[in-house]
Nanobody, 129 residues
Framework: EVQLVESGGGLVQAGGSLRLSCAASRFTFDDYAIGWFRQAPGKEREGVSCISSSDGTTYYVDSVKGRFTISSDNAKNTVYLQMNSLKPEDTAVYYC??????????????????????WGQGTQVTVSS
């Protein structure tokens, strides 16, 4: 079964940066998408970004556009989320997830959590003011 492991979370001051990693194991699929999601205390899980292996498209929720960048290293089966200019409202547990089919990451529907099949355990990101 596919396994996803996130890392790279931590405590950072507002304006700082972190790079999250999502390492996939037992992963032999050609067509898939990896999404990043986050959940803050008392709030619903929110889709943050998506990257498609099929066509290379990416998508970002409006609140992170221009600050976060998603990328992938296929040789390492790893997807990254570079987070710059972090704000206290970015504080949350960040999860990566995989959907194992052809996906174009071009709309808000591409970061709908209900579409994703496999999930990591999450990594905490805390941004202090």
């Amino acid at each position: 079964e596919v396994q996803l492991v996130e890392s790279g979370g931590g405590l950072v001051q507002a304006g700082g940066s972190l790079r999250l990693s999502c390492a996939a194991s037992r992963f032999t699929f050609d067509d898939y998408a990896i999404g990043w999601f986050r959940q803050a205390p008392g709030k619903e899980r929110e889709g943050v970004s998506c990257i498609s292996s099929s066509d290379g498209t990416t998508y970002y929720v409006d609140s992170v556009k221009g600050r976060f960048t998603i990328s992938s290293d296929n040789a390492k089966n790893t997807v990254y989320l570079q987070m710059n200019s972090l704000k206290p409202e970015d504080t949350a547990v960040y999860y990566c997830a995989a959907v194992l089919r052809i996906v174009t990451c071009g709309s808000i529907w591409s970061i709908d959590a209900r579409e994703y099949d496999y999930w990591g355990q999450g990594t905490q990101v805390t941004v202090s003011s």
